[in-house]
């Protein structure tokens, strides 16, 4: 059986093909990220599985509950969204939205010149510092960087940054265990 990212990549450009010509990144985005959420939760998905609904019981559901968290055009204020999803549930591939929200953001950011940066730290980072590291991204990576913070205590000092496919390890427990490494050889 195909991988979900497999299934869910030709759909993401489809959609993100009909986002950009509609200039619409914005709303696509905002709804299949939370119809994303909504369907990486496993027993919703085993929920529409439900041999006894059919498709449009389950669209109607699908979009009332759409509807109720926000992802608007997914929820049939656009027609194209409505048969986007029509589409999904016709082929049985609604439980890889969360997949095809992934696939549409990467090629959002690829368009938009962005990246999205995690940065992991031992304490909490103060505005300056987050500004600081999120020019420096930006000179290194060439593009704009939209910064989230989390706290490790684990790391002990430093911290750990994630942007893209650049991971940059400053923590202090990789060093040490990078002493400790240096030590047994």
């Not at 656009?78 to 992934?102: S, T």
């Not at 430093?158 to 496919?165: K, P, S």
């Amino acid at each position: 059986m195909a991988d979900n990212n497999t299934i869910a990549r030709p759909y993401a450009q489809a959609v993100f093909e009909i986002a950009v010509e509609a200039n619409d990144l914005g709303p696509w985005s905002e709804s299949l990220d939370i119809a994303g959420q909504l369907l990486g939760d496993s027993a919703l998905v085993e929920y529409l599985g439900n041999p006894e609904f059919n498709n449009e019981q389950r669209l109607e559901f699908l979009t009332g509950l759409f509807k109720k968290a926000g992802a608007n055009l997914l929820a049939g204020g656009n027609d194209k969204g409505r048969n986007f999803l029509k589409l999904l549930l016709e082929n049985r591939r609604v439980a890889v939205l969360p997949e095809i929200a992934e696939h549409f953001e990467a090629a959002k950011a690829k368009v938009e010149n962005t990246v999205d940066a995690m940065i992991t730290s031992a304490a909490p980072l103060s505005a300056a510092q987050q500004k600081e590291m999120a020019n420096a991204l930006k000179a290194r990576l060439g593009r704009e960087v939209r910064v989230a913070t989390e706290i490790d205590e684990n790391l002990i000092g430093g911290a750990v940054i994630r942007a893209g496919d650049v991971v940059i390890d400053g923590s202090l427990r990789a060093r040490l265990e990078g002493l400790a490494t240096a030590l047994i050889k």
